[in-house]
């Protein structure tokens, strides 16, 4: 919510992988800004959960290939120079912080500074259960998970000792590229997502328009005016943009990154990202 240039990313998730890399590396030839991929550790048999409040999310096959994001990642920065990397988002949540922090770290130093910690509580219930974690406190085990890689990130021996984590000192090196560390972006919907992405000064919507993105913006204002927080929150969208005047919405109701994916087909990518590059001017 910066009122600078709109930055434009765009997603894997609706690519074959097979095609992951040949992608990425068209779009930071034109000059894309942002790449991002999904992540989930494993999809159960049975699928629980809503995606945003009060939606059931639609049946995914549970044989879906789900690849390590940011191992993913790591690939795609070996084959490009400029594009950001991020996950849409990580669930730092069912992983110890230890391994989190390694990941995005190493990420973040072999891309010489492109990560982009997208992070979320979660959606998918039997996900928690397959990997014997109480669904209930995912949003209070990412907030002290989160806390615990900042201080990972940042300091040169840290201990903590809280509800869900608890160690003794320890050293973490290397340190990230990007100081004081990668930016964190939250997704989610939720009062407690808002005030989250409040606090690490990163929001990630999924799917809307710029109608239904609105509330959510001024929501996220007011939860950073209840904290103290300066409204300089990053905020990342993901939907559609047709034509100059919808750059402009966007841009007016305070998106500073939005993330299309312009094709209709995995065939048709680069050629969609070319058109969307010449008609918006991503570079």
Partial sequence: MTGAPLRFGFPFVTLHPAAWLDVAVAA??????SAWIADHV??????????????????????????????????????????????FVYLLGLRH??????????????SQGRALVGVGAGWL????????????????RLDEALEVCRRLWTEPTIEHHGRFYDFAPVAFEPKPVTSPHPPVLVG?????????????????????????????LDELRRACDDAGLER????????????????????????DRLIVSPWTSTRDAIPALERFADRFGVA
């Fill in 42 to 87: 494993v999809f159960p048999l049975e699928l629980r959960g809503q995606l945003k409040p009060g939606e059931d999310h639609a049946p995914v096959p549970p044989t879906v290939p789900v690849y390590d994001a940011v191992a993913q990642l790591c690939a795609i920065a070996a084959r490009t120079s400029r594009i950001g990397l991020g996950a």
């Fill in 188 to 216: 989610g919907e939720t009062a407690a997502a808002m005030r989250r992405a409040a606090r690490w000064q990163g929001w990630m919507g999924m799917d809307h328009t710029v109608e239904s993105a609105m509330p959510l």
């Fill in 97 to 110: 912080p230890f391994v989190t922090a390694r990941a995005w770290a190493t990420l973040d130093i072999v």
């Fill in 28 to 33: 930071d030839e034109l000059g894309f800004e």
């Fill in 232 to 255: 300089h929150v990053e905020a990342t969208v993901m939907g559609e943009c047709g034509d100059d005047a919808h750059v402009e919405r966007w841009r007016a109701i305070g998106v």
């Fill in 125 to 140: 219930e039997t996900e928690w259960e397959a990997v014997g974690l109480d669904f209930s406190t995912r949003g209070a």
